[in-house]
């Protein structure tokens, strides 16, 4: 882009953005390799090899999955059976996802016009990202993500609320109804901005223009 | 409970966003771009055909049959609307569906499509903003634009016509329902219905011949019922809020059908399918809700149709099911 829309952003440095101490996606990406890491990342290809799932569509994960296979060529894995994956599943759908989870999630979107992170520019923040979880899986749960733009004129907001919004629909469970708003008074056309990013035909037919979908899919090209 | 869930037909990879139904046969449109045909008579439900899927580049957001015949109108994200027949003598359980026409004239997605009772016009809207008013021939292979009606300030998600009279409603992203009527050689708008806090995302006409009322539903997640009044001085006519439908949703209501016998559906967002009675003038009351009517998913689409002796709710959800529901009063 040659003109910025904001030439001078605050920026975070990255090591203060929050973040969980033991997160517990080290388990699966740890740099520790151990035999009980590798098993469960072979667990966790078969799943996706044998099942149409949701996370699938998240190639970047999928390529990771990938890469690991290599290293994992010489362990031993017995083929899971039906119903062992419907167990792991079922273990992987019992954690709850927190505020701590969505933010990690989105907070690695790069900024379409900075070199920089949503979560570097606290266009995304923990304190803004609630979950209204129903106990029962079932059920209908809500995320709220209320999002900061760097400037209140910002034209970018909406393009910044489809890239999380494609995110998190990818990566949560379809339980989950995701409300994207601008946080109040952040933005001058704060009722506009949400109104589309909230109407699911939009953002269905944002998903299938293929130039939109190119800028989002580079602005999510820096999730972890 | 008066709803019971006869069959749930997993037909779509992807949201399923319209069905219609016409002598036994149920019509679906998806975001897999897909359109398919299911057989309803003697409670069959088998999937007779797959329409050709090459024929749109995009979703396809909406279908509606032709009063009376097999002719089917398909519109899509990808601007155009497709026009599909098959001879009436083919058997119900292996027809060949043909395409007919391809309607181009929108700029950009189109969202809604709908026959006039007589299955002379066809009316599509768009999120170019506009209502567009088609004549068709008998065989639905030639159209000719009557009307462009830009009068809505935002997208046009819906339109419906009347089950008797060439009136259209238009139900729009600019919070409002507006109606068109025939006048002498053009359209126009009678009436603007105000009052929704949000998107209106359908509206549909009450099927008597005693009474003309539209019931409307909207992102605001209520239903509410309008009634036409009298012709005003300035030629428009008045309608005025008839009531306001029990609370039941929880999240934006993106579809509500009036059945023959007098009863709304409405479902959405949060999963319900709600089935409304008038115990009084203006007075309703629910009389079915069924939750998480497509699981998590939401609902996109509520549909009244009777095969046999049978009432039944069709629903469309994002898991890209149809759910055949049976309603007893």
Not at chain 1, 114 to 134: C, F, M, Y
Not at chain 2, 68 to 74: E, G, P, R, Y
């Amino acid at each position: 882009m040659s003109e910025f829309i904001n030439e001078n952003p605050d920026i975070l440095d990255e090591s203060l953005l929050p973040s969980r101490l033991e997160d517990k996606n080290d388990a699966i990406w740890d740099k520790n390799l151990n035999v009980g890491n590798l098993q469960r990342r072979l667990h966790l290809l078969n799943i996706h090899q044998t099942t149409d799932c949701k996370v699938y569509r998240n190639i970047e994960l999928v390529d990771k999955l990938l890469s690991q296979r290599t290293a994992s060529n010489n362990l031993h894995t017995p083929d899971l059976t039906d119903a062992e994956t419907e167990e792991s599943e079922y273990e992987e759908a019992e954690d709850p996802i927190d505020a701590q989870e969505i933010y990690d999630m989105i907070a690695h979107i790069s900024d379409p016009e900075h070199p920089l992170t949503l979560g570097q520019l606290a266009v995304v923040n923990l304190s803004d990202i609630e979950v209204r979880e129903k106990c029962d899986k079932t059920k209908i749960s809500e995320v709220v993500v209320k999002i900061t733009p760097t400037i209140t004129h910002c034209s970018l907001a909406t393009l910044i609320g489809l890239g999380i919004r494609v995110r998190l629909e990818r990566s949560l469970p379809s339980r989950y109804r995701i409300n994207i708003l601008l946080k109040e008074g952040s933005h001058q056309s704060e009722n506009q901005v949400n109104k589309q990013l909230n109407d699911k035909e939009r953002v269905a037919a944002a998903c299938e223009n293929d130039q939109l979908l190119g800028v989002v899919s580079k602005m999510l090209s820096t999730c972890k | 409970m008066p709803i019971e869930l006869l069959k749930s037909l997993r037909l779509h990879k992807d949201k399923l966003w319209s069905l219609d139904c016409s002598k036994g046969l149920m019509a679906t449109a998806s975001s897999d771009r897909k359109i398919k045909l299911v057989n309803l008579q003697n409670l069959d439900f088998k999937l007779v055909e797959e329409l050709d899927d090459s024929t749109h580049k995009k979703s396809v957001r909406s279908v509606s049959f032709r009063p009376n015949s097999s002719i089917l109108a398909a519109g899509s994200f990808d601007s155009t609307i497709s026009i599909w027949g098959k001879d009436d003598s083919d058997p119900l359980d292996n027809p060949e569906t043909d395409l007919l026409a391809i309607i181009e004239g929108h700029e950009n997605e189109v969202k809604g499509v709908a026959w006039s009772h007589s299955g002379e016009f066809l009316a599509s809207c768009s999120r170019d903003k506009s209502v567009w008013i088609w004549e068709a021939d008998e065989l639905g292979e030639e159209y000719e634009c009557l009307s462009v009606l830009q009068e809505h300030s935002q997208d046009v998600k819906h339109v419906v016509w009347h089950p008797n009279m060439n009136l259209l409603a238009s139900s729009s992203y600019d919070d409002t329902i507006r109606l068109w009527k025939e006048d002498a050689d053009d359209w126009e708008c009678a009436a603007v219905l105000n009052g929704h806090e949000g998107t209106v995302w359908c509206s549909d006409f009450e099927k008597s011949e005693a009474s003309l009322r539209l019931v409307s539903c909207s992102d605001d997640a209520t239903v509410r019922v309008w009634k036409y009044v009298e012709e005003g001085e300035d030629g428009e006519d008045i309608w005025t809020l008839d009531a306001i439908l029990p609370n039941i949703h929880s999240r934006a209501v993106y579809s509500v059908n009036w059945s023959s016998h007098g009863y709304i559906a409405s479902a959405g967002s949060d999963g319900i399918l709600a089935v409304y009675k008038e115990v009084e003038q203006g007075n309703w009351e629910v009389v079915a809700q069924q939750n998480e009517a497509h699981s998590v998913f939401e609902v996109n689409m509520v549909k009244w149709t009777r095969v046999g002796d049978k009432d039944l709710i069709l629903t469309g959800g994002d898991d890209g099911f149809a759910n055949v529901w049976c309603f007893t009063p």
